[in-house]
Every structure is written in structure tokens, then in C-alpha cells.
């Protein structure tokens, strides 16, 4: 029997299920304004989205394995490709861009041009300093680090 084919983003995204993208947009903020109401100093807010975010990836990694048939990735590049390319078009139906890299090839930037996460979102003047979409990086560093034992700052 020939090895399963890894699947594409869009493949797998078009095979989940999926919540409504409006609902899922207005519960994350919702629990981030519950988070700025319980912690009030927004640097304990970034804190606690990235913490929850670290959680989720941690978890979520077993699962993006198990559906999308993708073998071990061979360096830091192709592993920032995949997440890009597969695994946010998986899990949020958009795919991102890995830019900046730094001349080793250990640090990049993922680039989401339409991040569902900002519809519906305005920041009052008292939440400058909020990194609103942190839950990515604490998800994105939850899930490299079960799996590919790096260290993510």
C-alpha cells in the first residue's frame, strides 16, 4: 500500500468541521475583554492570551498531525511553511506568508493577510499596548515545542 499523500490546506479545511466565523470572531473578544476586566493591567492580559494560546498548541498539534498527514519537516523553514500554508488554513481558513528571515534561519515573521480574529474588533485608547491576536503565538509556540522540541521566544 503507497504512503498517504500529505493534504493541502484548503483540502483539509474544506473536510472539518467548522464553527460559524462571526461567532467564533465575537467569543474571542469577548474573552479578551473579560480578560481586561479581570486583570486590568493589559501586559498580564498579553500574558494570559499567550498562556492560553501555549495551552491550545500543545493540544492541537496532535491534531493537525492527524489530519493533515504531514511527515516530519526537515528544517525551521519548511516547518514555518507548513504552519503558514497548511495549518492556518486549516484551523482558521486563511493562510499566511513567512517573511524576514534572519541570515541563520532561525528567526521569521508569519504574516496573516486577513486574520478572522480583527473583524468586528476596536480598541478603546486605554488597551494601547494589547497584542489582541496573542493566543496565535502562544499556540504557534505551544505546538512547535511538543513537536519539534524548539525553543520559541
Not at 504512503?3 to 474573552?31: H, Q
Not at 496532535?62 to 498527514?69: R, V
Not at 508569519?110 to 496573542?134: A, H, M, R, S, T
Amino acid at each position: 500500500m503507497a504512503p498517504v499523500a500529505p493534504k493541502s490546506g484548503d483540502a483539509i479545511f474544506a473536510s472539518v468541521d467548522r464553527v460559524n466565523a462571526e461567532l467564533f470572531t465575537l467569543t474571542y473578544g469577548a474573552i479578551v475583554r473579560q480578560l481586561l476586566t479581570d486583570l486590568e493591567e493589559v501586559e498580564e492580559v498579553n500574558k494570559q492570551l499567550d498562556q492560553m494560546g501555549y495551552n491550545i498548541g500543545i493540544r492541537l498539534v496532535d491534531e493537525f498531525l492527524a489530519k493533515s498527514n504531514v511527515s516530519r519537516c526537515v528544517d525551521f523553514r519548511e516547518t514555518a511553511e507548513v504552519i503558514a500554508k497548511v495549518g492556518f488554513k486549516m484551523f482558521l481558513g486563511v493562510t499566511a506568508s513567512v517573511t524576514n528571515w534572519d541570515s541563520e534561519g532561525t528567526t521569521c515573521s508569519i504574516i496573516l493577510e486577513d486574520n478572522p480574529l480583527v473583524d468586528f474588533v476596536e480598541l478603546p485608547d486605554n488597551c494601547q499596548g494589547l497584542y489582541y491576536c496573542n493566543i496565535l503565538s502562544g499556540i504557534i509556540r505551544g505546538a512547535l515545542e511538543m513537536e519539534d522540541d524548539c525553543a520559541v521566544n
